[in-house]
């Protein structure tokens, strides 16, 4: 007998891109996974964690049924319990504490988009009564960025690379963390199309296209950018007529720069003055230019914020944004030939959260930017341009170091419980010790984990749900409306066992907790029917698309509508700052931790670290589950040593090698690199080991190679706009193991 086969057209989400995939499929089960070429965003593009998705999702490991702890937190001692029957106890469970201790006591942790539900989320606590205490590392990963686009020009801002002249890769790998990107960087380069810009104290194989290459001083960024500034407005570089016509603040601008002169900059730096003037002038010059940027400047604290201030500010006064391949200006388009498409932050019923209950926000009257007071000042600019209500999704977020002392101290009022999905917070939250004394203090009455794997936050929860992956649900998805088209794919499989989607959690924990009218969908392809059911469009035509893409190209669409900002304009000096009680100019702040602000601690720890980088087939925490192809292709945590360096110690390649800051150490094998600062070490971040013990002590060997061990959490040295915490360029030693 035959087998039956079929072919299902999926959007895979092992990443950002969610590139078009055809799922291939015999008697119920998926057997391979190819690429689409008809999808009109990947093209048939599909990277080798894609190849490798039917190992993964048939993983022995993998959960199909829900666990209930028996035994003390972090035990390991687990009893399988109906999904159904989980759902009514952590429902009762969560309106006790609703009860005693108010809605704003249940917090929940997310993680780097593994679900395109955020606004299901963001539903369910606006119907609960909560102020959208969300912890992530989206606070140091790109959010924080959406927050500053809004209050400086209204949007989103992402470079248009296909198109661009000269690409800025400002602490960025695409080649590891965005394979589709790179495949056109790297074409574009090799026929003299191209001029690279590669700014890290690490380049990468990325960086080796670059025509200039920055190896800056960790953390000196934001210096870097203002002298950027200081020479393109010296030197006449400029556009002018943009400037005048679509900014403010300029002439501020221009007297707040003036102190960051090259010679200044090279100081602070590492840098030489013709490398910063040189550099300048080939992004100023150039017919088009975009920065991509990875997340690392996100990631070094106290200044991280004003680093994108200054990137901004960047692509205005060269007039590079919104044109074709400058810095895109990109919002949700909500109509399509005519015809309306519901957003995702329509979805979200923010109107129904009492205004009152904002201030009640973790954190929202020191770190204000990603809190209600900066949301109540750019939604009203945003649903004026847009017509539809501004996301909470991605912009709400508290900062996970105030939320974990919150949960210990229970001030200034207690948080009870947790929901954690799609997250893996004991790997990717600063101050790894921290995060273990918060997640088993007895303070903490209910913690609930939805993921695909028993990963080490699991292993202390309370209840461990199995979520659906990408095979087994339906996608539709506008990047939490970043982008300006919707993504779409159908459900290849049911879900394996007792597994259900995100949506299904949060729609039954809602009906469980009295907002049954506001869940009237019994499916995500109900959800998704209802999205689309203005545009004539089937569920079938839909996922036949795979992409909905609005007519024309859209650029420079300021000059129909202005920029959603309180003066209309590109915001330099940026008046929601100010009235927020920031700078409103971008200004340069050492590191918490560098050999400037702590001299004494450098004396001790003579070498600059970061932490992160992407690396394939990896991401993130994840694909560390030997048996699938991708943990063998990169089975140790590696530290990035100069060679030079690595001589100094007495190390050698493959050499195991312990790396310790004041707070901590890890250890992790030494990897030489040529391309890199000499007094600059790389530890690879999120490092666990499911091969390893789960129970407390060893937890998955989660405090053996995490690089969280070593980061800094202090709320003194946090982003003062965001709230974001350092993780890269902080003081270290290095010694063999």
């Not at 890769?169 to 001029?195: H, S, T």
């Not at 602070?268 to 080939?282: F, K, N, P, V």
């Not at 929601?576 to 700078?583: A, N, Q, W």
């Not at 990035?640 to 493959?654: D, L, M, S």
């Amino acid at each position: 007998m035959q087998p039956e086969k079929a072919i299902k057209k999926a959007g895979c989400f092992f990443c950002h891109h969610n590139c078009g995939v055809l799922v291939h499929v015999e008697d119920g089960r998926v057997v391979k996974v190819s690429g689409n070429p008809d999808h009109p965003g990947s093209r048939g593009h599909i990277c080798e964690r894609a190849v490798k998705a039917p190992k993964w999702l048939y993983h022995p490991d993998q959960l199909q049924h829900a666990l209930k702890r028996v035994g003390k937190r972090g035990e390991g001692k687990w009893q399988k319990i109906p999904w159904e029957k989980a759902m009514d106890e952590i429902a009762d469970r969560l309106q006790s504490v609703r009860k005693d201790y108010g809605p704003e006591s249940l917090a929940v942790a997310e993680g780097t988009y593994r679900s395109d539900l955020f606004w299901a989320r963001a539903r369910f606590l606006n119907l609960f009564g909560n102020p959208q205490n969300i912890i992530t590392p989206g606070m140091v990963c790109l959010c924080n960025v959406y927050s500053i686009n809004l209050a400086m020009a209204g949007a989103m801002i992402f470079p248009d690379i296909p198109r661009s002249k000269c690409v800025v890769l400002w602490g960025a790998n695409p080649r590891e963390a965005r394979p589709l990107q790179w495949k056109v960087l790297k074409k574009k380069k090799e026929v003299g199309q191209l001029k690279i810009i590669a700014i890290d104290p690490q380049i990468s194989s990325g960086g080796e296209y670059a025509d200039i290459c920055l190896r800056l001083r960790p953390g000196t960024d934001g210096a870097l950018a203002l002298g950027w500034i200081n020479v393109i407005i010296n030197e006449g570089l400029y556009d002018s007529e943009f400037v005048g016509k679509w900014t403010h603040g300029f002439e501020e601008l221009k007297t707040r720069v003036a102190c960051y002169t090259p010679e200044k900059v090279a100081g602070i730096t590492g840098l030489t003055t013709d490398e910063i003037r040189e550099s300048a002038r080939l992004y100023a010059t150039s017919e088009a230019s975009c920065i991509n940027c990875g997340v690392a400047t996100d990631q070094i604290g106290l200044n991280a914020g004003r680093v994108e201030q200054a990137r901004v500010i960047l692509g205005a006064i060269t007039g590079n944004l919104d044109i074709s391949g400058g810095d895109l200006i990109s919002t949700p388009t909500t109509h399509f030939g005519g015809k309306k498409f519901l957003s995702e932050s329509e979805l979200e019923l923010t109107e129904v959260f009492p205004e009152e209950k904002r201030k009640l926000m973790i954190g929202s009257d020191r770190f204000k930017l990603m809190s209600w007071p900066a949301w109540e000042l750019v939604a009203p600019l945003y649903e004026k341009q847009l017509g539809i209500s501004c996301p909470q999704l991605h912009y709400l977020q508290v900062s996970t170091p105030l939320a974990l002392r919150q949960i210990i101290s229970e001030k200034p009022y207690p948080l009870k419980a947790l929901i954690t999905w799609a997250s893996n917070p004991v790997m990717w939250a600063a101050n790894t010790k921290l995060v273990l004394e918060a997640l088993t203090h007895d303070n903490l009455d209910l913690h609930v984990v939805l993921d695909y794997w028993m990963t080490p936050t699991a292993q202390l929860a309370d209840y461990v749900l199995p979520a659906a992956s990408w095979l087994e649900r339906p996608l539709c998805t506008t990047t939490e409306d970043w982008l300006p088209v919707v993504i779409g794919g159908e459900r290849a499989i049911p879900p394996l066992g007792d597994r259900h989607d995100d949506y299904q959690f949060w729609s039954a924990l809602g009906r469980r907790l009295g907002q049954e009218e506001h869940w009237p969908w019994d499916s995500l392809e109900d959800v998704i029917n209802y999205r689309i059911k203005d545009l004539d469009l089937s569920f079938e035509e839909y996922v036949e698309k795979g992409m909905l893409i609005p007519d024309g190209k859209n650029l420079q669409k300021y000059k129909r509508d202005g920029f959603s900002t309180p003066t209309g304009k590109v915001e330099l000096y940026t008046t929601i700052f100010e009235k927020l009680g920031y700078d409103p100019l971008p200004f340069y702040e050492e590191p918490p931790e560098s050999p400037v602000r702590t001299p004494g601690v450098y004396k001790e720890y003579p070498l600059l670290l970061s932490t992160g980088g992407r690396f394939m087939p990896q991401f993130h925490s994840e694909h560390r589950h030997p048996g699938m192809g991708l943990r063998e292709r990169h089975p140790d945590p590696l530290v990035k040593i100069h060679p030079v360096t690595a001589e100094k110690y007495g190390i050698n390649e493959g050499d195991w090698v312990y790396i310790e800051t004041v707070r901590g150490r890890i250890k992790q094998k030494a990897s030489l690199a040529e391309g890199m600062r000499p007094d600059f070490v790389n530890v690879e971040a999120s490092w666990w080991f499911p091969e390893k013990e789960g129970s407390l002590p060893d937890l998955f060997g989660a405090l053996e190679s995490n690089a969280n061990v070593l980061t800094i959490d202090d709320p003194a040295t946090l982003d003062p706009l965001t709230g974001g915490w350092c993780s890269r360029a902080m003081l270290c030693k290095i010694y063999k193991v």
